[in-house]
């Protein structure tokens, strides 16, 4: 068992290839989603869904009010751009 950040970020690398075609489940809501490990770094991992507008109102339409679809929604509509000074 990994135990800590160094050797997690070396067994990564090691496997970056094989991991950077993986997908990983994650719980959001009711909901699992997929999403793909697009990148693995020396200080990170990057992990990227894609979702599609007609999706979002699909899943909310259909009872989704607090999934990823929902959090995505709701993020873009209370976004304001902020003020430069």
Do not use: T, W
């Given at each position: 068992?990994?135990?800590?950040?160094?050797?997690?970020?070396?067994?990564?690398?090691?496997?970056?290839?094989?991991?950077?075609?993986?997908?990983?489940?994650?719980?959001?809501?009711?909901?699992?989603?997929?999403?793909k490990?697009?990148?693995?770094?020396?200080?990170s991992?990057?992990?990227?869904?894609?979702?599609?507008?007609?999706?979002?109102?699909?899943?909310?339409?259909?009872?989704?009010?607090?999934?990823?679809?929902?959090?995505?929604?709701?993020?873009?509509?209370?976004?304001?751009?902020?003020?430069?000074?």
């Amino acid at each position: 068992m990994i135990d800590n950040a160094d050797d997690l970020r070396d067994k990564a690398n090691e496997f970056k290839p094989g991991l950077k075609k993986q997908f990983i489940n994650l719980p959001i809501g009711d909901e699992e989603y997929g999403f793909k490990i697009s990148g693995i770094g020396a200080k990170s991992v990057k992990i990227e869904k894609y979702i599609k507008y007609e999706d979002i109102f699909e899943a909310i339409e259909s009872g989704n009010d607090n999934g990823l679809e929902a959090i995505i929604k709701q993020f873009i509509e209370d976004y304001e751009e902020e003020d430069e000074e």
